[in-house]
């Protein structure tokens, strides 16, 4: 038998989820988008601030806070069972979309928040996917800097701190200077 999750009302989680056999089921635009519509019809359907996203090959993270009567455990849910039958319907299969159980941990304070923020934000970097946490697509980061609005919770004043705080992209011309220090 499962054990039941312990949920703080009014908590912000550090969520993520892997995809069955670690499958690069997100590694393509379809994959992508499937899960960024999910997410997007999600958040019409419960009530919930997503403060910062990223979805990698394998695997998701999301920094949520589900609002005042509204159960993390529903949300995950939904938007496993729904991203799966999206997955299914698309590819005409019936495989299993997502591996175990999703991952979950409460936010401690706010110097906690903005180490997961950023572990976030890194976490195409650190994969060697992008140069810049605001290159990669799927990402909170990219949806803050392109200003695009619906998915993610920011206001005008969050995405200019946001912007300032960001290290700045790194030209081609001093990526080739770097490569060549490291040959």
């Not at 703080?8 to 690069?24: E, F, K, L, M």
């Not at 979805?55 to 799966?84: N, R, Y």
Request: glycine fraction near 6%; include cysteine; charge should be positive.
């Amino acid at each position: 038998m499962r054990k039941n999750r312990d949920f703080t009302p009014g908590a912000t989680y550090h969520v993520t989820s892997r995809t069955n056999n670690r499958d690069q089921v997100f590694s393509h635009n379809l994959g992508q988008k499937i899960l960024l519509l999910t997410l997007l019809t999600a958040k019409e359907k419960y009530n919930f601030k997503l403060h910062n996203f990223s979805i990698m090959p394998t695997h998701i993270h999301l920094l949520i806070t589900p609002a005042g009567g509204t159960d993390l455990s529903h949300i995950m849910q939904w938007i496993k069972t729904q991203s799966a039958k999206y997955w299914n319907h698309v590819h005409g299969s019936t495989d299993h979309l997502w591996g175990d159980r999703y991952f979950h941990r409460p936010v401690k304070d706010h110097w906690d928040y903005n180490s997961v923020y950023n572990y976030i934000d890194q976490n195409a970097v650190k994969s060697g996917l992008v140069q810049n946490p605001q290159d990669w697509k799927p990402s909170g980061a990219y949806y803050i800097t392109q200003n695009i609005s619906g998915l993610v919770d920011f206001t005008p004043l969050d995405r200019q701190t946001y912007i300032k705080m960001l290290p700045a992209p790194l030209s081609d011309c001093h990526l080739s200077s770097q490569q060549k220090k490291g040959d």
